[in-house]
């Protein structure tokens, strides 16, 4: 099903070095009280923890980068699970070879430096529910 969504705000900020990536930016848009929008941002980490969705065993499986690394690409939804903000994010990652490693985002990621936008988008909100299919939280469409 599609739904259509307007951007209400956009906001746009850092992050300090030292700060946990995804739960400095979840506190951000708390903050804030968006509901509902995207997030992007570019800049580098000191190191990076990512997990990976095992889709044979539903789980999602973690792995630590212990090096500094530039954020080529994060890229992220903001919704609702069980009444409380969530941030679906992906992020990718590139060491000083031109290695990439990307993921889902976890807390354990540690800034160096970092900018980011977010869009908040004005609708009705979207809420994550349990799919039996993928063991998955998503998005309940109607």
């Keep these: 099903?599609?739904?259509?969504?307007?951007?209400s705000n956009l906001y746009q900020g850092r992050?300090?070095?030292g700060d946990d990536l995804?739960?400095?930016i979840?506190?951000?848009i708390n903050n804030a009280g968006i509901?509902?929008?995207?997030i992007t941002a570019i800049g580098?980490?000191?190191k990076a923890k990512l997990s990976f969705y095992n889709q044979n065993r539903k789980v999602y499986e973690e792995d630590e980068i212990n090096k500094?690394?530039?954020i080529v690409?994060?890229?992220?939804?903001i919704s609702l699970k069980d009444n409380e903000i969530m941030i679906h994010a992906h992020i990718a990652l590139g060491d000083e070879d031109g290695r990439l490693y990307g993921g889902h985002l976890t807390t354990g990621t540690r800034v160096f430096a970092c900018e980011f936008i977010i869009e908040e988008f004005e609708g009705e909100e979207v809420e994550r529910k349990y799919d039996e299919k993928t063991g998955l939280p998503l998005w309940r469409c109607q």
């Design 15 to 17: 992050l300090e070095r």
């Design 1 to 7: 099903m599609l739904k259509k969504y307007r951007v």
């Design 68 to 70: 500094p690394l530039e």
């Design 22 to 24: 995804l739960e400095k």
């Design 44 to 46: 580098a980490v000191e």
């Design 73 to 77: 690409s994060l890229l992220g939804n």
């Design 35 to 38: 509901k509902l929008g995207r």
């Design 26 to 28: 979840t506190e951000i």
